[in-house]
């Protein structure tokens, strides 16, 4: 196809979308707001630090009352009450408390819990658990809170043995007793005095909302490339092919033109959208024309090409169960839905093989935040395979419904 | 004038053509007859270069045209049998896009212009998908003939028109014949045939059997048995 005939092709193309304006706009505006609520929602989540508050049921094999006042201690800190909330029952309950849902998860300190370090015993701590996120959370804190009891009960075990030997009142020596341990109880809660937290504005990498924000962008870009199935199956028009090679036009040009006008006219919503967002997340930072500008590009000829040969793969269900397929998979392995750290070692390895990542680290450039050039090569040499698998996609079809 | 020498194609082991040649003098109208699958669609679409022969050859003199789109854009007009339209476009879109292709920029609902000779205009906003066979056959008509090219290369096209609209293209193929175009028209109808054209090329199984003016082409029933077998495909008059 002559650079002419391409170019009124794609004009015409493009003329021809635009006349879904309407339909454009709305899509910005949809993409703006569910971006907006994904970022918002990730903010709340894990960086303001208001919990749903974990129920952590707790008993002692031998009634302890000790573990009542550690529990009245506990549940009366504000820190842990923020997202722990502890009640006391027998050992039998613990198990049906965790199978009704009424306690993300169990202790059950074993008989002589509190002493057993004094004796120089190990403390056997059981810890009943479902399958939630929760409880391995639940687990973690168990572990760490055993190592510090158990290094806890020695020092206060042995204030003990010196009051008895000093003081003879029993009662008055038990009293004191209890008193050391509550006194190292909020010790230990008041952990925060020890803590100064400084918060730095980070500019090498992007801001959780900023972040999720941009996962959720293009997650639901691609999700909408379905809604452009008409415009992207050629499969389906073997006899306008045969046609338009007729009038000297391949298959694989045509199909160019219709990627291109396609990707032409997306880029109004996408950009729209990624202002909007810029806007409304209140960015300073001046953004990295040139990186943005490139994200930009790759990111919709990347989209459009991946939806290209998927709504060529078959009809329209195959269509947006591939495109969906890929979606997910790419925002997972971005770390767009998980945050990147709690991803098991295995899935964080193929976090820079996502292209979710790779946009998302350029455009980045819109937030000031340089991007890594690895993330800009990977995306350009995708969008260069696809775009010679679609050209040879295409040239299949041709060869194929040839009449 | 072109060229057409040695013509071969096959699908898989079957032979759809086997060596046809013929030559497409400017100011000629040839047509093609044949029962069905005797090998006239595949014929025309090799020529339109929609379909690539396993063999031969296509010059317009001595310039050999065959895989050279620009030559095809510009100097082949080809009506498929079957529309091969997009249902999505409506009328004005379809004519528009053909127009943008061939670098056209003149109104398409012109008065003498051939949509218009064919009512396209009153169906311009119409979807494609919502016509009739008629009316898409019509709109298939107007885009062979936009480009004003040399050559016409039609594939049973005409039957599918009421009276009227088939009275205005015929007219229209004689005008374009006497501005010295040629048509190469395949059809069913002997009595349109032996009504247009000047010369007559007979295929059966793929093989060119016959290729005379039209004055010579046999008139009796048996030898057109002979010629044509099957003939229950054909209708005379």
Redesign the interface.
């Known amino acids: ?2 650079r ?2 391409f170019v ?2 794609l ?2 193309q493009v003329r ?1 979308s635009l006349k879904k304006l309407p339909y454009l706009l709305g899509m910005t505006a949809v993409l703006l707001s569910l971006s907006m609520i994904a970022g918002s929602v990730a903010v709340m989540l894990l960086s303001n630090r208001r919990y749903s508050r974990v129920t952590l049921a707790v008993a002692s094999e031998d009634a302890d009352p000790r573990l009542t006042d550690l529990v009245r201690s506990l549940n009366g800190n504000p820190e842990v009450n923020e997202f722990l909330v502890i009640h006391e029952g027998q050992p039998g309950q613990m198990e049906g408390l965790v199978e009704s849902g009424s306690a993300e998860g169990a202790l059950v300190l074993s008989a002589g819990f509190f002493d057993k370090p004094t004796r120089s015993a190990s403390p056997r701590l059981i810890i009943l658990s479902s399958q939630q996120l929760e409880t391995v959370i639940l687990d973690k804190m168990a572990d760490s809170s055993i190592r510090m009891f158990a290094a806890f009960r020695q020092g206060a075990g042995r204030s003990e043995e010196v009051i008895r030997e000093k003081v003879e009142d029993p009662v008055r020596a038990k009293e004191l007793a209890r008193g050391i341990a509550e006194h190292y109880v909020r010790w230990l809660l008041g952990y925060k005095q020890m803590l100064r937290r400084v918060t730095v504005n980070s500019t090498g990498f992007l801001s959780i909302s900023q972040h999720y924000m941009l996962s959720a962008l293009l997650f639901f870009f691609f999700l909408t490339m379905p809604l452009y199935y ?1 415009d992207l199956s050629i499969r389906n ?1 073997q ?2 092919a ?9 298959l694989p040009s045509y199909a160019a033109v219709r990627v291109l006008g396609i990707s032409a006219v997306l880029t109004g919503p996408l950009i729209a959208s990624l202002l909007g967002l810029r806007l409304l997340d209140g960015t300073k930072a001046a953004p990295l024309f040139f990186q943005s500008m490139a994200g930009l590009i790759l990111s919709i000829l990347l989209t459009v090409l991946l939806a290209f040969l998927c709504c060529n793969a078959g009809g329209i269900v195959p269509a947006i169960t591939l495109n969906t397929a890929l979606a997910s998979v790419f925002l997972i392995f971005s770390g767009g839905i998980v945050p990147p750290l709690l991803l098991p070692p295995s899935v964080r390895t193929l976090l820079p093989l996502s292209p979710f990542t790779w946009m998302r680290d350029c455009l980045s450039g819109l937030y000031g935040v340089r991007g890594n050039i690895q993330s800009l090569l990977r995306l350009t040499i995708s969008v260069a395979m696809l775009a010679v698998w679609s050209a040879f996609r295409a040239a299949r079809m041709e060869k194929k419904g ?2 | 004038m072109l060229i057409i020498s040695g013509i071969r194609k096959s699908y898989g082991k079957k032979a759809v053509l086997e060596d046809i040649s013929l030559l497409l003098r400017t100011g000629e109208v040839v047509g093609i007859v044949g029962h069905n699958g005797s090998g006239k669609s595949t014929f025309l679409s090799i020529i339109a270069q929609v379909v690539r022969p396993d063999a031969g050859e296509i010059h317009e003199d001595d310039r050999s045209v065959l895989g050279d789109r620009s030559y095809v854009r510009e100097h082949i007009g080809y009506i498929p049998q079957n529309d091969w339209l997009l249902s999505d476009l409506t009328v004005k879109e379809t004519l528009h896009f053909w127009q943008s292709i061939h670098r056209m920029n003149e109104p398409v609902f012109a008065a003498d212009s051939i949509a218009s000779q064919l009512g396209l205009d009153l169906l311009a906003g119409k979807k494609v998908g919502t016509l009739s066979g008629g009316m898409q056959k019509r709109l298939s008509i107007a885009l062979a003939f936009l480009h004003r090219p040399r050559y016409l290369l039609i594939d049973e096209a005409l039957p599918a028109l009421d009276r009227a609209y088939r009275f205005a293209v015929l007219e229209r193929l004689a005008d374009f014949r006497d501005q010295g175009g040629a048509v190469l028209y395949s059809s069913h109808r002997l009595d349109d045939i032996r009504a247009f054209c000047d010369r007559i090329l007979v295929l059966r199984e793929g093989k060119a059997v016959l290729c005379v003016s039209t004055e010579d082409f046999p008139t009796d029933g048996e030898t057109l048995d002979a010629l044509l077998n099957p003939l229950e495909s054909m209708t005379d008059g």
């Open positions: 196809m002559d002419n005939l009124s092709g004009r015409f021809q008409r028009e006899g306008w045969a046609r338009l090679r007729s009038a000297g036009v391949r040839a009449v």
